[in-house]
């Protein structure tokens, strides 16, 4: 005699409705991720949900000047709000920014300029010839 074991079943059928139920939130909050216990971190490339820290720290006493969490994957966006906000907490009316290559951003560089912040960056093309093979 052969017997099938219901309880897989019973398991198999939760799982699509689980599924079907969680499908069912994402298109109510017109959303393509869900993180029940982060709802409002974002998918990170190669780190899963998660959320983005940037820092400015000030080199010459290694203390971070200011700090933004985001859920936004790319720094190339944020290098002008980044650098205003250290020039503000500084209370300096010029200041020199180095930055990593995902902080490049060629218009905000030169808006910065204007500003009197002068602006380092590492070109990303410059980073991967220095990776090793």
């Known amino acids: 005699m052969r017997v099938k074991c219901t309880r897989r079943s019973r398991c198999h059928d939760a799982g699509r409705l689980q599924a ?15 993180v029940e216990s982060e709802p409002d971190a974002k998918q990170m490339k190669g780190h899963g949900p998660a959320y983005n820290v940037r820092t400015v720290v000030a080199v010459e006493h290694a203390l971070i000047v200011t700090h933004e969490v985001t859920t ?32 490049s951003n060629g218009a905000q560089a030169e808006a910065l300029e204007a ?13 991967r010839a220095r990776r090793p093979s």
Do not use: K
């Open 20 to 34: 079907a139920n969680g499908l069912s939130r994402l298109e109510a909050l017109r959303t393509t991720q869900w």
């Open 72 to 103: 936004e994957a790319t720094d190339n966006t944020s290098l002008q709000s980044m650098a205003e906000a250290a020039r503000d907490a500084l209370e300096q009316p010029t200041l020199n920014v180095a930055a990593d290559a995902g902080y």
């Open 115 to 127: 500003q009197g912040i002068c602006t380092r960056r590492r070109c990303n093309a410059c980073m």
